[in-house]
């Protein structure tokens, strides 16, 4: 997410004024001692009492007490190497009861186990620039999608990142979000600063299998039955659509939590579009 | 009518004066020289219809002229009232006058005619009745002559006839006697036979005695029932054993040549030994020498001792080995021609097994070769080798060791395709690092880039000389002079799929997949490979793309007249390929460099503080650096490419800054309040803005000039500028130092683009964004921004 949206969102309340709702202060992360925030994640399950954020150099593990007013920093671990190295984004994998965070910063991707608060993995120059944002697969544990300056979106395999499983070069300028689509994961959600959002279909790396489930019961026949899939229709992956109905920047693409077939585009020049996945491709998912 | 009779005149007249007086009166066109014409082809057109021939083809008759017609004077069916009739039906009074003198002419003509004719032949006429005479008496005496040789004849056989009565008694006797005189030698010959078999051995005379026994066993086998005879026999028998020993032990001990041993089997097999035993045994003994040859031949081949060139060690195999098995096959199928196809099947079988381990050894050396750049002694060598086996080849057609032969030159000169090609790419990586120095050296002597368009052509005209070397070095395998260049594969496979597509075509493509490899490098950070060498890379593959190729092919199929009918890459396709490889260098130079400018611009705004900047007095030096920097890429890359069209431009350019400014002042009035309706405004008036401008691709593929080349580094530069310009926080100065930056980007970047439009497009956001992202909008004066920018 970009950065100017969330530390909006816990620092300065009053900023936010709308003629519905007064937001009021809960808790206050401090962070003084650590620097500007660039990301804050709630544990995806669980009783959200945990929160991981990312200041500059350091991810901070806060727990929050008494009804969410108070926040302790339970834990935190820093970024060492040559440079100012800053933290850009992370996310938390909704995996393994919530033990694994993800975080960006420069070219790298790292994963990090909260109860050690130790490095996990790392993707040494993921892309080539920047990396903008993270996420994880809902549905598939171990993939990741990644996107950043360079155009491109990628998709990795957490337990062998030597290469990535897949990547996309779509869009013309930075790639500022990617996102799962919660419930159906080949849907894949993008969101750049050429003004274009661009929905596609990964089939081939879904936890859901092309066409209809096969039944292993037996190997011969399973060989025996695939052929003839793959004759019918074989998995491709392909865009679905690219909407372009911005006239700047796109900086954030979310999906719907209600509705798994809305989602949400904001640009630069306020203008929210939301879309529908089109109504032949939902058949298709469904059906 | 006239004509008619004449004719019949005629033909009398020839038939008396026999053939040579047929041409008679020359001058009449209706004589009997036109009739005899006439009949002839009367048998012709008889033949003619046979053969299927139409008779109107024939010539000499004028087309279209009936021969039935009544009408024509002269044919056959001539209808003298018929004609007449039509005549008088016909023809005007005047017509029928001069046809009637013009009758008359031709009848007169005609009758004068017939008078010489007959004149001159009477004489001819009595000479020919005197000559038939003459004969007539002539022959009458000869019949006589005849009769009395008839009588003369019977007297003499019956004389022969009483002679041989009289002699037949004693020339039976005559007869007889010479039998007995016979039977007497042939006996005496018998009893003389042991003592003279054993001299024979004794003197080494083994042939002699060979023969003496065979003209003997036949008798003394037909009368062996008679004592006398069954000694001699015996003796003999004994004799010859001892015989056929010696021979054995003389052909075991193997000592003497070929020949000699050949000799020995031959007598061997006259002595009635069995021929299968002979012949195993002989192969074995000749074995047994080839494989001595096989040892040397590896001994040349072992590693120690400096191996001989290939063109000796063919030589030596050649004489050596192929000699002996040539030798060997041709005694062998001299002495064992009797043993049928099962004889030359253990030949072949024999040929097949050493000639294997020949080849073995030659494959073993030749590949010692494969590092050696000589061709020529190799192909040489490989000449040699293969016309030494073809002699054999012929002898033993059923080895197939000629196959096996053509085989291994195949073999070889496939490996020597892949050789060169190995040795062009190196050829080409090597002069990739040559320029990677280059381009390394003189930045550290101070001067930079002067010398690309000289790299370029360096790097174009040694590719090519390497090219045309491998190119002459392969063309010896196809020399004419050369006994395997006329075998169909190198005919045709070799130079069509061998030569062109995999040693010619296999380059192009692995240089341009070498090219291409530059832009997927990992390395995209930073500069593992140097902008200018993508640049000169891009250009490289773009003349090959415009000369190089089509070039290159012509050059190699004039060459190697490619008679294959073999599909072939054709020009065009290699064309798009190098072009697309040239594209993509392009555009990643553009991202490499656009991502140069970018760094710079990014960490300029990313570590400044905004919010505390003090007035603007002068342009920041990064955005000098920036000019700079792109007016030297600018120079490099108009090393290499064109200059390339750009819009027409307004002639003030620096007029649209008044209206950036007027419009970040509006947005300026209305930012600070926090009113729902500001934001409104702003949005709209910059929406409306975006209407009217179309969008910015920023990362597209760039075209093959310098202006498309530049305008996509500084896109890229300026969209970098403008998203990192969103990303923070502006107090009032800050506001105005990006105001003077963009006015300062503005008046010396414009030059570069296609469309100075886009220039200041891209600038105006970054002013606005600035604004936007400002608690405390106020611009600075125009005026003194220009004067900063100018001072600066």
């Known amino acids: 997410m970009p950065k100017e949206l969330e530390p909006g969102g816990h620092e300065s309340p009053d900023d936010s004024t709308s003629p519905a709702h007064t937001l009021e202060l809960l808790c206050h992360l401090d962070n003084t001692a650590h620097g500007s925030m660039a990301c804050v994640a709630w544990e995806p399950a669980g009783d959200g009492k945990k929160v991981i954020s990312l200041a500059d150099s350091h991810i901070l593990l806060w727990d929050l007490q008494e009804s969410s007013s108070q926040a302790v920093l339970a834990s935190s671990a820093s970024l060492e190497g040559k440079g100012q190295l800053k933290f850009t984004s992370g996310r938390w994998s909704p995996h393994h009861t919530g033990t694994q965070v993800a975080t960006a910063n420069d070219t790298t991707i790292r994963g990090w186990d909260t109860r050690s608060m130790s490095q996990i993995y790392c993707i040494e120059n993921a892309h080539g620039q920047l990396v903008r944002d993270l996420d994880f697969n809902p549905n598939k544990q171990y993939y990741l999608a990644s996107c950043g300056d360079d155009c491109k979106v990628k998709f990795w395999d957490t337990r062998n990142v030597a290469e990535p499983v897949k990547t996309l070069e779509q869009h013309s300028h930075w790639v500022w979000n990617v996102r799962y689509n919660h419930s159906h994961d080949q849907l894949v959600l993008t969101g750049s600063s050429d003004s274009r959002v661009i929905l596609s279909n990964m089939v081939s790396i879904s936890s859901e299998p092309f066409g209809h489930l096969v039944d292993d019961d037996d190997l011969s026949d399973q060989e025996e039955r695939r052929p003839e899939g793959k004759s019918q229709e074989p998995p491709q992956d392909s865009v679905i659509a690219t909407y372009e109905e911005h006239e700047d920047s796109v900086y954030a693409v979310d999906w719907s939590s209600a509705d798994p077939w809305l989602f949400a585009s904001l640009s630069y020049d306020g203008r929210l579009v939301i879309n529908r996945v089109p109504r032949a491709l939902k058949y298709h998912i469904l059906l | 009518p006239a004509s008619r009779l004449w004719a019949a005149v005629g033909a009398m007249a020839a038939a008396a004066a026999g053939p040579g007086t047929g041409s008679g009166p020359g001058d009449s066109p209706e004589g009997p020289e036109a009739e005899a014409p006439e009949r002839r082809r009367k048998a012709h057109g008889m033949l003619k219809l046979y053969y299927g021939l139409s ?150 005379a083994y042939g002699q005695a060979v023969r003496y026994q065979g003209r003997a066993r036949a008798v003394l086998q037909q009368y062996q029932h008679l004592p006398s005879f069954r000694a001699i026999q015996d003796d003999c028998q004994v004799i010859t054993a001892r015989l056929a020993q010696q021979l054995r032990q003389r052909f075991r001990e193997g000592g003497s040549g070929a020949p000699e041993q050949a000799e020995c089997v031959e007598l061997l097999l006259a002595l009635g030994e069995p021929a299968e035993e002979l012949c195993d045994e002989f192969l074995a003994h000749a074995r047994g020498r080839l494989e001595a040859e096989l040892q040397s031949l590896e001994a040349e081949l072992g590693p ?13 195999g050649g004489s050596g080995f192929v000699g002996g098995l040539c030798q060997v096959a041709s005694a062998y199928q001299e002495l064992f021609a009797a043993q049928g196809p099962a004889g030359a099947e253990k030949l072949a079988a024999f040929a097949r097994e050493l000639g294997g381990r020949y080849f073995a050894l030659v494959e073993r050396r030749l590949a010692q070769e494969q590092g050696s750049g000589d061709n020529s002694l190799l192909v040489r060598a490989l000449d040699r080798f293969h016309r030494r086996l073809r002699a054999p080849g012929a002898l033993l057609a059923a080895a197939g060791l000629a196959e096996a032969a053509t085989e291994i030159v195949e073999r070889v000169a496939r490996e020597r395709l892949g050789h060169h090609l190995q040795g062009l790419r190196a050829a080409f990586l090597g002069c990739l690092t040559d320029v990677r120095q280059a381009l390394a050296a003189p930045r550290l002597a101070g001067k930079e880039g002067p010398g690309l368009a000289e790299l370029l052509a360096n790097v174009a005209s040694s590719i090519l000389s390497h090219i045309k070397a491998s190119l002459a070095a392969v063309h010896l395998f196809t020399a004419k002079e050369v006994s395997f260049s006329n075998k169909p594969y190198f005919r045709g496979e070799f130079c069509s799929q061998g030569v062109r597509e995999g040693l010619i075509v296999g380059f192009i493509r692995s240089m341009c997949q070498t090219a291409q490899s530059f832009c997927d490098s990992p390395g995209e950070k930073g500069g593992a490979t140097p902008p200018a060498l993508l640049l000169l890379l891009s250009r490289l593959c773009l003349d090959y793309e415009t000369a190089t190729i089509s070039y290159i092919l012509t ?31 392009l555009t990643h130079y553009v991202k490499v460099q656009g991502l140069v400018i970018s760094q710079m611009l990014r960490k300029s705004v990313e570590t400044r503080d905004w919010l505390s900047t003090l007035e603007p007095r002068n342009v920041r030096a ?33 007029k649209r800054t008044f209206s950036v400014y007027s419009s970040s002042r509006q947005q300026g009035r209305y930012a600070p309040s926090y009113t729902p309706s500001a934001p409104m405004d702003t949005n709209l008036l910059s929406n409306i803005q975006k209407l009217f401008s179309e969008r910015i691709d920023v990362f597209s593929p760039v075209e093959f000039n310098k202006v498309s080349v530049l305008t996509g580094i500084i896109k890229i530069s300026l969209k970098t500028l403008l998203e990192c310009v969103r990303l923070r926080t502006f107090g009032r100065f800050g506001l105005q130092q990006v105001q003077v930056d963009c006015h300062f980007l503005q008046l010396y970047l414009w030059r570069f683009v296609a469309d100075e439009e886009l220039v200041h497009l891209l600038l105006d956001e970054v002013v606005a964004s600035a604004a936007l992202r400002c608690p405390d909008p106020v611009p600075m004066e125009p005026s003194v921004v220009e004067v900063i920018c100018e001072r600066g």
């Open chain 2, 55 to 204: 008779e109107g083809e024939t010539a000499g008759r004028p087309p279209g002229s009936d021969p039935l017609d009544p009408t024509d004077l002269n044919g056959a069916h001539f209808d003298p009232e018929v004609y007449l009739d039509k005549l008088r039906r016909e023809c005007p009074l005047a017509q029928l006058m001069d046809s009637e003198t013009d009758m008359v002419r031709q009848i007169r003509a005609l009758d004068s005619d017939m008078q010489t004719l007959v004149y001159e032949n009477y004489n001819k006429f009595i000479s020919a009745t005197d000559t038939i005479r003459k004969m007539k008496n002539d022959f009458r005496k000869m019949e006589d002559e005849m009769d009395r040789l008839a009588t003369n004849m019977a007297v003499i056989t019956d004389f022969s006839a009483r002679i041989s009565a009289t002699l037949q008694d004693r020339h039976e006797r005559i007869t007889k006697l010479a039998g007995v005189h016979a039977l007497l030698r042939k006996l005496q010959f018998l009893f003389e036979l042991p003592s003279r078999l054993t001299k024979c051995v004794e003197l080494g």
């Open chain 2, 304 to 316: 120690s001792p400096p191996a001989p060139d290939v063109l000796e060690f063919t030589d030596l």
């Open chain 2, 555 to 585: 050059l190699t199929d004039e060459q190697f007249l490619v008679q294959d009918q073999s599909p072939v890459t054709p020009v065009s396709t290699l064309c798009a390929e190098a072009r697309e490889t040239a594209r993509r260098l």
């Open chain 2, 622 to 654: 990064v955005m000098k650096r920036v000019v700079e920097d792109t007016t030297a890429i600018d120079v490099q890359v108009g090393l290499l490419y064109e200059e390339g069209v750009r819009k027409a431009q307004s002639s003030d350019s620096s």
